[in-house]
Each structure stands twice: as C-alpha cells, then as structure tokens.
C-alpha cells in the first residue's frame, strides 16, 4: 500500500521561499507518476488545482501557467522523495498543497480525479 507523507509547510512572506517534501513507502517513487496539488481556501477537494508533476517513466516535468518559473519539482529515487522548491510566493500561492500520485508511470493528466493516492496535505501561507 502506497503511503505519502508531506512536510515543510508553514508562513512565509511574500518573496519568500519554501521547499515541500513528500515521502513516498510501500513503492519507488519512479514507478508511479507523481505530483503536487493545491487547495486553495474556499475551495473544495473536488476543485484542487494541480501545480506541479513529474512522470515515472523519463522523469518529465510539468507545471501550471500559475507556477511556472517559480516552483521547481524533483525527486530522489534513493531516498524515495518528491520534493516541491517554491520561490517568489506571493499571497495567492495560500493553499493546502498535496502529494499525490497517478497510478500509472506514463505521462501525466492535470485532472484533479486522475491522482488516486493522496497525503494528508501541508499548509502554505504567504503574506502580504
């Protein structure tokens, strides 16, 4: 059974920077597609906006419009980690982001009902 366990959340101003870390048992981390989520307050689970992922197979790397150029994501197949390095966050960053993975190594799909494993999630808030 896959588990996935995020840390490194917190308060940040504006600017600031945060790196996420998401530890990933009961799988290596390559052999699924794996990603970074977000809900933002107010919204519900079902409207979680996907921010970054990497694919199993070729380690492809994709990002929203939203995060691009600021949000970089890695993993570390020896540790079993994914890792989400933020910088320049600004307010609307504000969310609860989750870990979570695709079932499947190939390519990677941004719908929010496509990630079938999920953590319970880290808080990122960022002032103004």
């Known amino acids: 059974q896959v588990q996935l366990l995020e840390s490194g959340g917190g308060l940040v101003q504006a600017g600031g920077s945060l790196r996420l870390s998401c530890a990933v048992s009961?799988?290596?981390?390559?052999?699924?597609?794996m990603g970074w989520l977000r809900q933002a307050p107010g919204k519900e689970r079902e409207e979680r906006e996907f921010v970054a992922g990497v694919s199993g197979i070729g380690s492809r790397k994709y990002y929203s419009d939203a995060v691009k150029g600021r949000f970089t994501i890695s993993t570390d197949n020896d540790k079993n980690m994914v890792y989400l390095q933020m910088s320049s966050l600004n307010p609307e960053d504000t969310a609860e982001y989750y870990c979570a993975a695709q079932t499947t190594s190939w390519g990677l799909s941004r719908q929010q009902s496509a990630w079938s494993i999920w953590g319970q999630g880290t808080q990122v808030t960022v002032s103004s």
């Open positions: 009961g799988r290596p981390v390559n052999s699924y597609t």
